[in-house]
């Protein structure tokens, strides 16, 4: 008889726990129209992120329907919260998905801003305004605008304190901790080349940059044997073992070919989990262009000794570029 007491007892404690959440988030006075609903595809993790910013020293006063709702393909939806530090959105895709392989390309035009996105998944529209940080974690997109703030401190504080509640420890059982897309999209000056196939991006600076796979991965390489090798390597190296073969590609902004034939760049590589011969590059770096002979790129041939986790570092003319990609059959 004790228990049949205790029972109902204990669910009407959870429901009213359940509802005092749900409450603190509620809006008053004119806000009170635009507040998410509670059928919304992203309310209760809305409302779970909501008590995480709590948790964070964030002061939560209203999370209301976003006009972002719809920004990218296969997304669940987005809130606005309005809190004491500052308002910003969140996009949500569903949690099996993340926004780790999506840039953000900015344009300026005077005082406008224009965002657009590549990469996955894929967003068909831009956003247009004021200055805007992005920060991304998981499943979610943070939007924070220009206008942004508690009035007391920059925009880039309440982004800063964003970052800080959703940040993610390095994942353990990542055994090659390869080079992923930065979020904001590096790209390159005018009139290099800036199109990419969507499974790739840009990394580097003007200094040097070269194209990346968006997973950090280079697959299918084909395996030259020893004899091939020593076709375009130098006298004083005779392979004995077959290697993977690749073909890099950096641009350097102001590189001239008519006064540098021959670029003054080396590669440079080490396998990071487990041992391994360090990998060779031919005898000679090379350039070449599209259509533009003014703006040309470098280019050298590598061999990967074997497959595995690879740091690769490039050296022109003591600006360095170093990334980390996985070599898979």
């Given at each position: 008889m004790r228990l049949c007491v205790a029972l109902p007892v204990m669910l009407l404690i959870a429901f009213m726990q359940s509802s005092l959440l749900a409450q603190s988030f509620d809006c008053t006075g004119k806000a009170a129209q635009a507040q998410l609903s509670s059928i919304d595809p992203v309310y209760?993790?809305?409302m779970d992120l909501a008590r995480n910013l709590i948790d964070h020293g964030f002061i939560v006063n209203c999370v209301q329907a976003s006009k972002w709702?719809?920004?990218?393909v296969d997304q669940e939806g987005a809130a606005l919260y309005r809190t004491e530090q500052g308002d910003f959105d969140i996009l949500f895709l569903p949690k099996s998905e993340t926004f780790d392989a999506v840039q953000v390309v900015e344009q300026r035009q005077g005082d406008l801003y224009l965002y657009s996105f590549r990469g996955t998944p894929h967003s068909p529209g831009r956003l247009e305004g004021k200055k805007t940080d992005f920060i991304r974690s998981a499943n979610l997109l943070f939007l924070v605008w220009s206008d942004a703030g508690d009035g007391y401190g920059p925009k880039r504080d309440l982004a800063a304190s964003i970052e800080a509640a959703v940040s993610r420890s390095p994942n353990s059982s990542d055994s090659?901790?390869?080079?992923?897309p930065p979020l904001m999209a590096f790209i390159p000056p005018s009139p290099y080349p800036t199109e990419l196939p969507a499974d790739s991006f840009w990394f580097g600076?003007?200094?040097?940059?070269?194209?990346l796979p968006m997973d950090g991965t280079w697959k299918g390489l084909p395996l030259w044997s020893a004899a091939e090798q020593a076709e375009n390597e130098d006298d004083s190296y005779r392979p004995t073992a077959s290697a993977f073969r690749n073909k890099l590609v950096w641009w350097h902004e102001g590189y001239d070919w008519r006064t540098e034939n021959?670029?003054?760049?080396?590669?440079?590589?080490?396998?990071l989990d487990a041992?391994?011969?360090p990998l060779t590059t031919d005898e000679h770096v090379n350039n070449g262009w599209t259509n533009d002979s003014h703006h040309p790129f470098i280019v050298a041939g590598i061999f990967i000794p074997t497959l595995g986790c690879w740091q690769i570092t490039e050296n022109y003319n003591g600006d360095r570029l170093t990334f980390v990609v996985l070599v898979r059959q």
């Open positions: 209760v993790d809305a709702g719809n920004l990218f090659c901790p390869v080079t992923r600076t003007e200094n040097l940059w070269t194209e021959q670029p003054n760049l080396t590669v440079t590589g080490k396998r041992p391994a011969p």
